[in-house]
């Protein structure tokens, strides 16, 4: 389990304790050098870094080609980058990656929960999924505006946390587009060619 005193120094204020245990149960994972490669629907197999150094050139050495997932949070290493060399170390530090990961997911959850209407236990089942894929109801939410103060509440029912590692939770989170929940897209985000502007990858791959 991630220390209590590391959530509440490090998560967005935004989002009650329990929900950023939650979040970190369901998608995350306990090392801070946790790196997840995917292309397409196939996760990469990749050695496991042992040093933030390793974890870095790991990164730098897939983003741009292939959908990375980073940290604590699984935070989207592409988002927001251009070029390989623009990645600092901060992703891999665990309270930094705990503070960009939750005020992220923060946003999404807001998307989300704004499309439902009001808070809803779906809505953070529906954010845990666009947070793994990227989409909801066909919106980018990773590149989507913050629809502002939209409330939202810890789901009523407790849901068992993955027993999974974070590679598997990904594979299965992108087999499972389509079934349960038709809603999210089918595109990532996050792949984009090293150089290529990725502000306009909500409407599709550049």
């Known amino acids: 389990m991630i220390e209590a005193a590391l959530i509440q120094q490090c998560a967005d204020p935004g989002l009650k304790p329990a929900i950023v245990e939650k979040f970190i149960q369901r998608v995350g994972s306990q090392n801070p050098l946790t ?8 996760v990469v197999l990749v050695p496991k870094p042992a040093t933030p150094d390793e974890a870095m050139t790991l990164i730098r050495q897939h983003v741009g080609r292939n959908t990375v997932r980073v940290g604590i949070t699984q935070y989207p290493a592409g988002l927001g980058v251009v070029e390989a060399g623009e ?13 960009m990961g939750t005020a992220l997911f923060a946003r999404v959850y807001r998307i989300v929960t ?3 209407g009001n808070a809803v236990e779906e809505a953070f ?10 989409y909801f109801e066909g919106t980018a939410v990773f590149r989507a505006d913050d ?7 810890m789901p009523t029912s407790e849901n068992p946390p993955s027993e999974e590692n974070p590679n598997q939770d990904e594979a299965v989170a992108e087999g499972a587009v389509g079934q349960p929940n038709e809603r999210v897209g089918q595109e990532d985000p996050n792949e984009a060619g090293i150089r290529v502007d ?7 791959r550049p």
Do not use: H, M
């Not at 990645?87 to 503070?99: F, G, H, S, T, Y």
């Not at 089942?125 to 947070?131: L, R, S, Y």
């Not at 629809?147 to 509440?153: C, H």
């Open 125 to 134: 089942d529906d954010a845990i999924i666009a947070w793994q894929t990227g």
């Open 198 to 204: 990725l502000s306009g990858i909500g409407a599709g």
């Open 35 to 42: 790196v997840t490669i995917r292309s397409g629907n196939r």
């Open 114 to 116: 704004k499309w439902y």
């Open 87 to 99: 990645l600092k170390p901060d992703i891999i530090d665990a309270c930094e990656n705990i503070r």
């Open 147 to 153: 629809p502002g103060d939209v409330p939202f509440d």
